[in-house]
């Protein structure tokens, strides 16, 4: 029996929060009582907080002040979904560009939480949170964390990157009491790395797994080769890329049907995700309203997404560069929810290294590309096994120590026989359907070194 997770579910996980200001549990609460609520409900609850979200912003934020008057859209007067089709979409560069105007009088800029992310176009966004909406979206995470059995206080094993490092006394105290995690670093799977993570899970006992698509893709493919049956996970949650339907595939040949893939990023945080069912993904409808622009349940449309509780920086009608398409009728667990039938986007290749491993894209991105001061915008290319091509936007601050971090970081990941390149360019070409590439692999799959996925 785990004690521990009692302990921690039932004590030190609410002592945490409250000694963190959070307030997770009535939050909690209502979602979980809300996500059986009927459609019909639950529309009358996402435009009840839309039309508040409009109303504010239109106060307490210039951007939209002068937008909703450009637009001549009146918040007051707003009774239906289709009104908000009147105010022009909020891009990327909209943000970029009027960063300080998005954000509201209401709030100090030290008293909100303050993010930065690379997102599926690896350009850097800085944004803000007030921590109300972080406690909600924390809550709606938990929520459909559940989903795929996974519940405070239970183990987990992440397969993310960037996660071998040293922790200090108090960190391990957190982690031990709270998260309870162990972690493969996908910047550095390899054989031993691999078996040496495998025992991990078999000393540890997670009971669910969590991680990108394709790594844990790639540890699949690892497990089913070296015939190992005794992890006992009960839970798989797929999220940051697209999961193809060989991966899933092959992964539920192991696990049997506890994958559930998720959708979400660093602006929004959870945005929708499977039930058990695995019907499409039930939208977070309660934090967010989620327009599918020109799609329907065959063709993709662009996500339009709105976010219902951040106030310290509103999101409206926000184009986050991704496509899904739409899925109707009642799902079988009874949730009200809305649901996205597919998401297309977030595709970022494998890249390989010359003594035979595989690195997802996303987590080079995630873990060292937008972290190197002065990058605007990089792309990857690689046409041979031992060089890596860099195309790179520059900002201003671009000096020695950025081409430091390459020098350094590239041999700690890919190993100390990768060569690499860097082209600057004035700007990364996009995809047909308007999407930037982070990684390109163009070496054919019999010359990758590694074995076929």
């Not at 006394?169 to 031990?176: A, L």
């Not at 009971?207 to 699949?220: D, E, I, N």
Request: net charge positive; glycine share 8%.
């Amino acid at each position: 029996m785990d004690i521990v997770k009692y302990l921690a579910r039932y004590l030190t996980i609410p002592l945490f929060d409250k000694r963190e200001g959070k307030t997770i549990g009535p939050f909690l609460k209502e979602l979980r009582e809300s996500q059986y609520y009927s459609p019909g409900k639950i529309r009358e609850l996402q435009l009840s907080k839309l039309k508040d979200i409009l109303i504010y912003a239109d106060k307490h934020c210039s951007f939209y002040t002068r937008r909703f008057a450009d637009c001549g859209f009146n918040p007051q007067s707003f009774s239906s979904f289709e009104d908000i089709k009147k105010i022009p979409i909020l891009t990327k560069d909209d943000i970029r560009s009027n960063q300080e105007h998005i954000v509201s009088d209401r709030f100090k800029i030290k008293d909100l939480f303050y993010k930065r992310t690379g997102g599926s176009t690896s350009v850097p966004l800085k944004l803000y949170v007030d921590f109300q909406a972080c406690d909600r979206k924390l809550a709606a995470t938990l929520r459909h964390n559940s989903w795929a059995n996974y519940n405070r206080g239970d183990k987990l094993a992440a397969i993310w990157g960037d996660t071998e490092r040293e922790y200090s006394f108090k960190e391990k105290v957190y982690n031990y009491f709270n998260t309870r995690t162990i972690y493969l670093d996908t910047l550095l799977m390899s054989e031993d790395y691999n078996k040496k993570f495998i025992q991990k899970v078999r000393n540890f006992k997670p009971t669910v797994m969590m991680g990108h698509a394709h790594s844990l893709y790639a540890l699949a493919c690892f497990i089913e080769e070296h015939k190992i049956a005794d992890l006992g996970i009960r839970g798989i949650i797929s999220t940051a890329e697209i999961l193809y339907e060989h991966e899933r595939a092959r992964i539920e040949k192991l696990f049997g049907k506890v994958l559930f893939n998720r959708y979400g990023c660093e602006e929004l945080s959870i945005i929708a995700s499977e039930c058990d069912q695995h019907d499409g993904l039930h939208i977070h409808a309660e934090g967010l309203h989620v327009e599918v622009d020109g799609g329907d349940e065959t063709n993709p449309g662009r996500l339009i997404i709105t976010d219902l509780d951040n106030r310290g920086m509103p999101f409206i009608r926000y184009e986050i560069g991704d496509m899904a398409t739409t899925k109707t009728g009642e799902c079988g667990c009874g949730r009200g929810l809305p649901r996205l039938g597919k998401i297309y986007g977030r595709t970022a290749d494998l890249l390989y290294t010359p003594d035979g491993r595989t690195i997802s894209g996303i987590s080079v991105l995630d873990t060292f590309t937008i972290h190197i001061p002065g990058v605007k915008q990089v792309q990857i290319i690689q046409d041979k096994l031992d060089v890596l091509n860099f195309k790179i936007v520059k900002n201003d601050d671009f000096n020695d120590k950025s081409l430091g971090s390459f020098k350094e970081k590239i041999p700690l990941y890919f190993g100390k026989s990768m060569k690499y390149n860097i082209e600057y360019v004035e700007k990364i070409v996009q995809t047909e359907r308007g999407k930037y590439r982070f990684s390109i692999c163009n070496i054919p799959q019999e010359k990758r070194g590694a074995k076929p996925l």
